[in-house]
């Protein structure tokens, strides 16, 4: 590997906006900040303090993905905030090998929780008789930190090899966080290694529990069919719903940003698409599950009956 950067300094060309609207956009982006972060923390809190939802595997792998989500979203719009209150878009070289990180980490630990709950869901529906000792709260356990530590690791893993490079081209990001593939495309370094290791684990790193989500309902959708009555039918696909719904909106979204054509790609498009996956993703998860869930509902009004009744 080359030496380490020669310059403490990366531009972050951030969201553009005309100086007129950035105090609009300010509190704008804040309010979807606070949202994200009380939506997905008050979901955290219900499961925990509600014994039948922490026991319950779906709800236990849903409160991971929460506080994934409440922490994925807090590596970025934090920065974006800062830079519109400061008018700056620098980042330092340490801070933007962090923010990396963790943005690494907690989109991939999203990642492998939401393929863990497809198989919950599989086994829920597919091999109910199975389903308590499958799923398990001990098993769920291991699930939820197998996600956690290989998300952490596979991020180290990358921030390591990055940050014994050396950059020497432009020093500019033409997105509003550190990812790994513009930090690279930075380097004056010989990155063939890093980025053959991308295109190999890092593909298998996303598509592997994409691939068990498309099976896992595959069978799922194949077993219902057989469900001789449309009652049936629609109360086991309403188990599926808000789920398949959040699958949508992540994996959609890194798609056309990550499996795109060079010659597809524009700073402008990259920018939006970027808004979805990191920060508008997360925020959406907590409504989508609790909207049209009986169980979360109820833990909320339990919660509230005790702080009235104290």
Known sequence: MANRTDFSQITLWGISTQAEYQSLFFLLFLLIYLLAVFGNLLIVLLIHVDNHLLHTPMYFLLGQLSLADAFFVSTTVPKILTNWIYQIKTISISGCLTQMYFFLTFGNTDNFLLACMAYDRYVAICRPLYYPVVMSHRVCR????????????????????????????????????????????????????????????????????????????????????????????????????????????????????????????????????????????????????????????????????RFRDS
């Open 142 to 305: 291991l699930l939820a930190t197998g996600s956690w530590l290989i998300s952490a690791l596979h991020s180290l893993l990358y921030t390591l090899l990055i940050s014994h490079l050396s950059f020497c081209s432009s020093k500019e990001i033409p997105y509003f966080f550190c990812d790994a593939y513009p930090l690279l495309d930075l380097s004056c370094s010989n990155t063939r290694l890093i980025k053959i290791m991308a295109q190999t684990e890092g593909m298998v790193d996303i598509l592997g529990p994409f691939i068990l989500i498309l099976v896992s309902y595959t069978v799922i959708f194949w077993q219902i069919m057989k469900i001789p009555t449309f009652a049936g039918q629609r109360k086991a696909l309403s188990t599926c719903g808000s789920h398949l719904a959040i699958v949508v909106l992540f994996y959609g979204t890194i798609s056309v940003l990550y499996f795109q054509p060079a010659s597809a790609y524009s700073a402008k498009k990259g920018t939006f698409l970027s808004l979805l996956y990191a920060v508008v993703t997360p925020t959406l998860n907590p409504f989508i599950y609790s909207l049209r869930n009986h169980d979360i509902k109820a833990a909320l009004l339990r919660l509230l009956g």
